[in-house]
């Protein structure tokens, strides 16, 4: 049952190991630890490691076994959070199929896997926000975030697909109060980096209330304070989180009723 699974990703990553992929790892570690030139390996190194065998193992099917599914996105949050370089620097295809399982956090109908989800996206987006300030355009995910890397959407990249993941899951699914201000603290470096898309967002929104004009304006004065209300900057520090989350709390309280309604 589950509890044969309860190893989580390290005892799938166990499975792995004892077949012909698993052999290979282990020798290439025993070659690096025998190298004395070589660097010494860290532990986060090794778990991206284990991350990279697992992953194109992980189906939506495996994340239905809950206790496995919360140790993923568990671990997923620490390492986003604590090393996103690292996570960046993965393989194309390992990167995409990790976005794809952190969509499928975002959107889970568990509480606590939801937060661990957001922040996960949290970690991966303000870590892309402080990098693009330091080095321009291209920096943080790079060729990861590139037009056309989310998934079913061919014109934004992966950010901004996630970031219209989130605020659908705020406003249009069954999404308990208990998750805006996870979902703000990811919010906040997404809308900052991926403006346009946002501005579609909210276009799209409006546009679903324009045969309702009370609605309209309603919806489009807590835009407004979703993006200035309290003294909000452009910064992602732990006074402007304070500000983002009380502003997406009444965001979300005040557009509900409306999206709900139309």
């Known amino acids: 049952g589950i509890a044969g699974m309860g190893g989580g990703i390290g005892g799938m990553g166990g499975g792995v190991a004892a077949g012909g992929n698993g052999d290979g790892v282990a020798f290439s570690l025993a070659q690096l630890q025998q190298n004395p030139n070589a660097e010494p390996i860290d532990v986060p190194t090794v778990v991206l490691l284990g991350l990279d065998l697992v992953l194109p193992l992980l189906t939506e099917e495996l994340l239905t076994f809950p206790k496995l599914c919360h140790q993923y996105f568990t671990l997923l949050a620490h390492m986003l959070e604590a090393y996103p370089r690292k996570v960046v620097n ?50 943080g995910l790079g060729a990861h975030n590139a037009p056309g890397t989310g998934d079913g959407d061919t014109s934004g990249g992966v950010l901004s697909h996630l970031m219209k993941v989130s605020i659908n899951r705020l406003l249009f699914e069954d999404a308990s109060a208990a998750l805006a201000e996870p979902a703000a603290d990811a919010l906040l470096p997404l809308m900052l ?58 965001f979300v309280l005040d557009v509900r009723a409306f999206v709900w309604k139309n």
């Not at 324009?210 to 900057?233: E, F, I, K, M, Q």
């Open 90 to 139: 993965l393989h194309p295809q390992t990167f995409k199929t990790l976005m794809r399982t952190l969509e499928f956090g975002v959107t889970h109908l568990d509480l606590e896997i939801g937060a661990e989800s957001f922040a996960a996206l949290a970690g991966l987006a303000a870590f892309h926000h402080r990098e693009v300030g330091k080095h321009g355009h291209g920096a």
């Open 193 to 250: 980096c991926e403006q346009l898309a946002f501005s579609q967002v909210a276009d799209e929104l409006l546009q679903g209330l324009a045969s309702d004009t009370r609605a309209h304006a309603a919806v489009t004065a807590a835009l407004r304070n979703l993006t200035t209300g309290g003294g909000l900057t452009d910064r992602v520090d732990r006074a402007n989180k304070r500000r983002f989350r009380r502003n997406v709390n009444a």
